[in-house]
């Protein structure tokens, strides 16, 4: 099978790359799915925790963090560099408590 060869780059040209990617590619590698599934999984995890010390919004909390624990476990799997991974667990670990607390104060439905 052939490999494709890296993007030709004349002499003096910088390669842009957006920072939150560079921060999460401490490789050096792209990882797009990855990268995408941690912003995911963090914004889930932070609508569960902002959400579930209203007892109104017990749905919401309750949704976004099943949601985010269902794409946290998966996310970890994909991961592939330490600092997705640290955002991985932090985020997984907000989504938990927001789901947890969400049922405590009515449940997904």
């Not at 910088?14 to 995408?36: C, I, M, S, W, Y």
């Not at 995890?45 to 985010?68: Q, R, Y």
């Not at 991974?85 to 907000?94: L, M, N, P, T």
Request: with cysteine.
């Amino acid at each position: 099978m052939a490999q494709s060869a890296p993007p030709v780059r004349a002499a003096g040209q910088a390669v842009r790359q957006n920072p939150l990617a560079a921060l999460f590619n401490t490789d050096g590698k792209p990882h797009p799915l990855e990268n995408t599934l941690t912003a995911v999984t963090a914004v889930l995890g932070v609508i569960a925790i902002a959400t579930c010390a209203f007892h109104g919004l017990h749905m919401l909390a309750s949704w976004s963090g099943l949601a985010g624990v269902v794409t946290a476990a998966f996310a970890q799997y994909r991961s592939a560099t330490t600092a997705e991974r640290f955002v991985i667990v932090v985020a997984g670990g907000a989504a938990a408590v927001g789901l947890g607390i969400g049922l405590a104060h009515g449940g997904l439905i």
